[in-house]
């Protein structure tokens, strides 16, 4: 059963490390019995581990980060990037944000044009699109773009999480960007593709030009056919001719079959 949250009512202290807790859930007689590290406390609708963006705009930090913690009067403290130290301040000027996990796809959004890190690009010039290799507690992203071949080398930079976007398959609309999606999980599908294409067209030029040449062969040889059928037929006759003009014996002797008698 899916309990989404509730309000703790007791505690059983018997020693143990991860001890039992009573939780009272709304529509539930009798409270639940859980453990106690199995739940995270939720206060104003926040908890430790969400990624959050200021309400306020400040160019000096990031806009998007980790709340580290929430006391019971509403005290937020936030890792944001251009920070030295955690952020304080009110959970009223929070708002929840996208959340990032390690091996997701962002590319930088198209209204950014000067990103707080340097950025990939393609070999055409276009901005390339990195892979979430590990998260730091101030929600920095580091990315690795295992699409970009460097000598054997894996390019990576860092990356402000309020100026990227997540990519997937999915949501790539058209053959092209799907294809250009699958070339970002690593550089060798771009050759392997090419390669395939080319054995691919070369495999279909060859079949058809098999279909051509056979037709034309046997179209070659009915006509030589024909042709040997009609000089045998024009020596039968020149024979027959020739013995028709020579003595019976001297016939006899020139054709084994003799002259063609006449009626």
Known sequence: MEIPDG???GMEDNGERDGYILVRVHGLHDPLKIRSSAVER??????AGDWVRLREDDKKRSQVGILHSVDRDGTVYVGLIG???LWKGEYSDLQMAEAYCVGQFVRLKANISSPRFEWQRKRGGGLA??????ILPNGCLLLKFPGKFSLGE???CLADPSEVEVVSFDKSEGIVKKYEHLEDFHWVVRPLFIAVGFFTALKLGIFVGKGIARPRSRKVASVSDQSDHQQLQQQQVQNNANAAWLPPTVANMLFRDGPTPSG
């Open 7 to 9: 309000t703790i009512v």
């Open 42 to 47: 939720v206060t104003y609708g926040f908890a």
């Open 83 to 85: 920070m030295d130290t």
């Open 129 to 134: 699109t990195g892979r979430i290799s590990q």
């Open 154 to 156: 894996v390019c990576s």
